[in-house]
């Protein structure tokens, strides 16, 4: 995810299946740098949920043969054909409405961007069954959803305080911005 200001990027990773997006925020772009946070982001995730990874044709994915040690396969797209990597370019498109391309990444603070992700991956969606993409990932890690408690009532707080100040910062930037309620039952 590139801003207007050289350098600046997100480097974000999207799983398929659940839909749930994770983010770094690197110093750079450079390939040494983008292959090795992958290699440390993979590392730590069950080897049945690291199968493969499709990269657009940047430079910056230069170093993908890192992940090959982890048993990961890698793929690239055609030149000019996001298409072939629809779902990340799904979930930029998401994330640009609250980080728009204008954005300084230094000004905006850390915690504020794990918040952002945090109800990205938060919001349920239709196609996950009114399910949220981290509730969807949780299944995919074969934990049991009913032995997790109910979210406690600061939680479930937090939660909706976040999902406010989207709402509120999508009405500074004239951008609309609906949030579905999960189904009942």
Same mark, same amino acid.
Request: glycine residues 6%; contains cysteine.
């Given at each position: 995810? #590139? *801003?207007?200001? $050289? +350098?600046? /990027?997100? #480097?974000?990773?999207? &799983?398929?299946?659940?839909?749930?997006?994770?983010?770094?925020?690197?110093? %750079?772009?450079?390939? %040494?740098?983008? +292959?090795?946070?992958?290699?440390? @982001?993979?590392?730590?995730?069950?080897?049945? #949920?690291?199968?493969?990874?499709?990269?657009?044709? +940047?430079?910056? *994915?230069?170093?993908?043969?890192? @992940? =090959?040690?982890?048993?990961?396969?890698?793929?690239? !797209?055609?030149?000019?054909?996001?298409?072939?990597?629809?779902?990340? &370019?799904?979930?930029?498109?998401?994330?640009?409405? *609250?980080?728009?391309?204008?954005?300084?990444?230094?000004?905006?603070?850390?915690?504020?961007?794990?918040?952002?992700?945090?109800? $990205? %991956?938060?919001?349920?969606?239709? !196609?996950?069954?009114?399910?949220?993409?981290?509730?969807?990932?949780?299944?995919?890690? =074969?934990?049991? !959803?009913?032995?997790?408690?109910?979210?406690?009532?600061?939680?479930? &707080?937090?939660?909706?305080?976040?999902? +406010?100040?989207?709402? *509120?910062?999508?009405?500074?930037?004239?951008? /609309?911005?609906? =949030?579905?309620?999960? /189904?009942?039952?």
């Amino acid at each position: 995810m #590139l *801003f207007s200001r $050289y +350098g600046q /990027a997100i #480097l974000t990773v999207h &799983e398929r299946t659940s839909r749930l997006l994770l983010a770094k925020r690197p110093r %750079n772009k450079a390939a %040494n740098r983008i +292959g090795h946070q992958l290699l440390r @982001l993979f590392a730590s995730m069950p080897a049945h #949920l690291r199968k493969t990874l499709t990269f657009d044709n +940047g430079t910056e *994915f230069a170093r993908h043969h890192l @992940l =090959h040690q982890l048993g990961i396969q890698t793929f690239f !797209c055609d030149p000019y054909s996001p298409w072939q990597k629809g779902g990340i &370019e799904n979930a930029i498109g998401r994330m640009r409405r *609250f980080i728009p391309r204008k954005t300084d990444l230094a000004m905006l603070p850390k915690r504020e961007f794990n918040a952002l992700l945090r109800a $990205y %991956n938060s919001t349920p969606r239709k !196609c996950l069954d009114f399910k949220t993409p981290a509730e969807t990932f949780s299944e995919l890690l =074969h934990f049991e !959803c009913e032995s997790t408690p109910p979210l406690s009532r600061g939680r479930a &707080e937090r939660i909706n305080t976040i999902h +406010g100040q989207l709402a *509120f910062r999508s009405r500074i930037s004239g951008e /609309a911005v609906v =949030h579905r309620k999960r /189904a009942p039952g």
